[in-house]
């Protein structure tokens, strides 16, 4: 559109030249010729030399009225010339500057279009940020339900166990009420029996009196003498079985066994506290009621029988639940340890001495009690079920129960 205008004003200026040129050339002839014939009049009236001088001047005049259209018509020409030279100069200006703005569109279309990409780039980078994060939200949601999966299974676990554990105790419990009611019933039945057997009751005292009486001064002599003796040959044996438990809780501690060595290192530690108590006592042997008491019972094992008075009675009773709490606590710790269940390859059942002080009954008694005793709560303690007597876990013992202790040592009264 510029350059069209430049072009038609172009155009304009140089018809109006021609124009104005045109013009001044018909006003200029006409003037000629009016000169001209106002000259021809006045050469008729001149001489020849006037006239030849007229001529001369009037040529003169002719050239420089010529040299003048020349001049004219060369400025008109430098005027039409230097109007096209501007226009063109305003085409080639205008052109520039028309350049000038497409380059400037263009780089603004760049600019724009750069900004338009690095738009486009910045939202990928955001779009992928926010996948990235969505991705991580995804995978720590998993994380946590995978975790929250878990705790629930464990809890479920730990509920089954729980369950588990409680059966066992109500089956325990029931177990113990049913041997509590055979117990009522054996003590009902004891009951019973001591009443039939009240009337005889006055005269077995009166036989037991009379066999003390009947015992002599000689016979509780040679009685003290030997359970003197006894004692003394019960210490020197402790004294040597004292070594005996520290080496067997070495040979635990290299087998890794820990949970059995340190009951070895507790039952050590037992037996060396009985042997000093032993040391340290001064039994009476005098005023013993023991020694000036007569036998009351009868027990046997081995194809044997042998005869005690309520004192020693007494003491096979200890050597039995002291058998058994010692069985527990070896059971317990085999069972910790992952051992397979062996009562007869634990030191305290070997040794079988733990309770004993070496009075009233034969230490070969007092083993064989102990280790029946120990059987029993060895098998409770393994396998945790404690059908033969009952556990104190706050004392870390156990008693046998009445019935299985009577089933033991089947004492028999003598004369009944």
Known sequence: ???????????????????????????SAQQHVREQDRTDRHEQALTPQQRAAAQRARAAQADAQARKQDATRAASARNQANTERGAQQREETQRRVTEQQAAQRRQVQAHLQDRHEEQARHLDQVRARQDAQRAQQLQEQAARQRTLQQARQDQGRREDANARLANQRRVAEQRDRQM????????????????????DQDQREAM?????????????????????????????YLAARQS?????????????RMAQY????????????????????????????YFYTPDTYRYSYGGNAYQTNQYGAQILRQ?????????IRAGRAD???????????????????????????????????????FRRGYSDGYDQNYQYGRYDSGNDSGVLLQTVLGLILNLQPLGG
């Open 262 to 289: 340190r009951y070895q290192q507790q039952y050590y530690e037992r037996l060396r506290r009985q042997r000093e108590q032993l040391a340290a006592r001064r039994f009476d042997y005098a005023s013993d009621p």
């Open 319 to 327: 050597a039995a639940n002291e058998g058994y709490a010692e069985g």
């Open 244 to 256: 005996a438990a520290q080496q067997r809780a070495y040979q635990l501690q290299r087998a890794n």
């Open 208 to 236: 037991q009196r009379d066999r003390q009486l009947r015992r002599s001064h000689e016979q509780q002599e040679h009685l003290i003498a030997q359970q003197r003796q006894q004692a003394i040959n019960y210490q020197r």
């Open 180 to 199: 509590d009611g055979r117990n009522r019933v054996v003590e009902q039945r004891a009951i019973e029996q001591r009443d039939w057997r009240r009337r």
């Open 335 to 373: 069972r910790q340890d992952g051992w397979r269940a062996d009562y007869r390859n634990s030191f305290a059942y070997q040794d079988a001495n733990y309770g004993y002080n070496g009075y009233y009954v034969r230490q070969e008694d007092y083993n064989y009690y102990f280790r029946q005793g």
């Open 1 to 27: 559109m510029n350059v069209y205008t430049a072009r038609r004003n172009i155009l304009a200026a140089t018809v109006s030249s021609l124009l104005a040129l045109g013009f001044a050339t018909q006003a």
